[in-house]
């Protein structure tokens, strides 16, 4: 096939690489030394690989040991073996990774170039690498030993890997802690939210059939003189026959906290349905956007339990919206906003006597 047709060598399959990767990636040493080329070795996968890199990543010695051969008969083995791939990692920094101590004595060999202090993106050398993979372990440094004779060196102090694995350890670990913390506030939030709603829901559903002040108890009397215009029936809202424009009002206003509580329970148990039947695919973006859906909703429903409760004081007082605001809401948040600042200014305190008494 490659009498006839040469290019087949360079044509790349579905992940971005050619036969001579394929090939490096089985370890087929036969198939390496038919398909090399200085155009198939010099070909890069999709994250920036020649063949030598694939076959050290693959741990396949025979393969990069032909490979070594057939670019060094072609001349190109100084440029192969010191190629980076995306992360800047040499052939060097990925046996070093791998701890293939062979791999490792392949490359700093005679026959090869390689060059020993190369750094990656992070500004690692492959002795780095080889320091920070051994941290915490009592195996030999072989590894080590081998780059050290060859010349090898840290970027920076001897420690300075082993400090940079801890850090990232760290940071990983704070990452892990920092969002099952989220996590548990999330669940813990919509469990709060869910039982709210529940008990609005309830309250909104007790003031619809049992609206402020009563209902009438029996049938409209001729006698009732003080009662004009008014034809009332057993069992109907005596705020709806007495004052009809400002019970439609709270008898919306009702609905709206009715219905937005009920929208709320069923938006978390759609969610709670797809999330454990995983029909649905919860990535960030939709977590996101579900949570604002649910913040929204839940904060127009205090928005409506705060207005429906000063038209329901409002109706039971005989005055009107602006008056419960001004006079009875008002005087309320006062207090609110000054207990609020108090306990603010007084925390430090606090802190600081637990601090002294702790000692």
């Not at 090399?36 to 999709?46: K, V």
């Not at 001349?75 to 800047?88: C, F, I, R, S, T």
């Not at 020993?116 to 780095?128: F, H, I, K, P, Q």
Request: charged content about 15%.
């Amino acid at each position: 096939m490659l009498v006839r047709r040469p290019d087949l060598a360079l044509i790349k399959d579905e992940d971005g690489k050619n036969p001579l990767h394929t090939a490096a990636t089985k370890g087929r040493v036969q198939v390496l030394r038919e398909v090399f080329s200085i155009a198939s070795a010099q070909d890069l996968t999709p994250k920036g690989e020649n063949a030598l890199h694939v076959a050290v990543k693959h741990n396949q010695y025979k393969a990069l040991e032909t490979l070594i051969q057939l670019a060094c008969q072609n001349q190109v083995l100084n440029e192969l073996v010191n190629a980076k791939d995306e992360d800047g990692n040499t052939l060097l920094h990925l046996a070093c990774a791998a701890k293939n101590s062979k791999i490792v004595k392949l490359l700093v060999s005679v026959q090869t170039t390689v060059e020993v202090n190369a750094v990656n993106s992070e500004g690692l050398t492959a002795l780095d690498i080889a320091v920070r993979s051994m941290a915490g372990s009592n195996e030999p440094g072989e590894i080590q030993e081998v780059l050290r004779s060859a010349g090898a060196q840290v970027s920076g102090s001897r420690d300075q890997a082993v400090v940079i694995n801890q850090r990232q350890q760290a940071l990983a670990g704070e990452d892990q802690s920092l969002t099952l913390r989220n996590e548990k506030y999330s669940g813990s939030l919509r469990n709060g939210i869910g039982v709210l709603a529940v008990l609005f829901s309830t309250i909104s559903f007790q003031l619809g059939m049992n609206p402020p002040g009563g209902s009438w108890q029996d049938w409209a009397s001729s006698t009732d003189h003080n009662l004009l215009n008014v034809t009332h029936k057993p069992a109907k809202s005596i705020i709806w026959e007495l004052q009809k424009s400002e019970s439609l009002t709270f008898f919306q206003v009702n609905a709206v906290c009715f219905f937005v509580s009920l929208t709320i329970l069923l938006i978390l148990a759609i969610t709670e349905f797809l999330n454990h039947s995983k029909s649905y695919d919860f990535n960030k973006n939709r977590q996101v956007y579900w949570s604002c859906l649910l913040y929204s909703l839940f904060g127009s429903l205090l928005v409506s339990a705060a207005v429906e409760f000063i038209r329901g004081m409002a109706l039971v007082t005989d005055t009107n919206f602006s008056y419960i605001s001004s006079n009875i809401c008002t005087g309320a948040w006062f207090q609110i906003v000054v207990f609020s600042v108090l306990s603010f200014l007084f925390m430090p305190v606090v802190s600081f006597v637990r601090g002294r008494l702790s000692r």
